[in-house]
Structure formats: structure tokens, C-alpha cells
């Protein structure tokens, strides 16, 4: 399944709205999306998983790597609207440690703006 990705503008943080699998095929696809909009000079993020129904340890790892990328240019990136599966997993597999989410779009935001 092919993988949209759209940006909205919230002040301060870049919501990136994800719909569809981050999986080995589309997880570059999210990087090269997440790039372009930190070297537009945006290092905050709130990643919005609401309308993804499968995250592979391809996308995992994206998603880290993205969260990593913020943080070395002074930002923060936090995931919000985790559900079913993808929820499941990333408890079980203890991303939260690394990746912090959120079910309230606000908090998430709040979060985002901080940098812990």
C-alpha cells in the first residue's frame, strides 16, 4: 500500500500526517519528506500515525532515525494517534522508550515543543 504524506503547519511544530503502511517500501519515502522540511529549518514534529495501519521495522527504524535527526538540530519529534497493531507493537517492542506518543493532539504538540 502506497504511503501519503501532507504537512500542516501548527506555529512552531510541522504536523506530518501519514495515511496508509510505513513499510520497507514507503519508509524512504517518509525520510526524503521529513528532510526536506528540516533543512527547510523545521526541528520540531509531530508525526500523525492516526490513519497508518502498519508500521514495519523498515518504517521503526525511519521513525527513529527521524527522531534522531531532530534532535541533533535542537528539535523534537513525538508520534500522536498510535492505534490497533501499530499501538500493540510499539508498546511490546518498547519503542517508547526512544519515541514518545501521544493520544491528545495538543499534548503531542505541548511535547513536540519542548525538548525532553
Not at 501532507?6 to 525520510?31: H, M, P, W
Not at 500493540?88 to 519542548?114: H, Q, T, W
Amino acid at each position: 500500500m502506497a504511503l501519503n504524506l501532507s504537512a500542516i503547519e501548527g506555529g512552531d511544530v510541522l504536523i506530518i500526517k501519514l495515511k496508509g503502511d510505513l513499510d520497507t517500501y514507503t519508509a524512504q519515502d517518509f525520510l526524503e519528506f521529513f528532510q526536506r522540511h528540516l533543512k527547510g529549518g523545521k526541528n520540531r514534529f509531530v508525526v500523525d500515525m492516526s490513519e497508518v495501519d502498519f508500521v514495519s521495522s523498515s518504517g521503526w527504524g525511519a521513525l527513529s532515525s527521524a527522531y534522531k535527526k531532530s534532535r541533533e538540530k535542537g528539535g523534537n519529534l513525538v508520534l500522536y494517534g498510535l492505534r490497533g497493531q501499530v499501538k500493540r507493537v510499539y508498546r511490546i517492542m518498547g519503542f517508547r522508550v526512544i519515541l514518545k506518543a501521544y493520544d491528545d493532539l495538543r499534548e503531542a504538540i505541548r511535547k513536540a515543543l519542548s525538548n525532553r
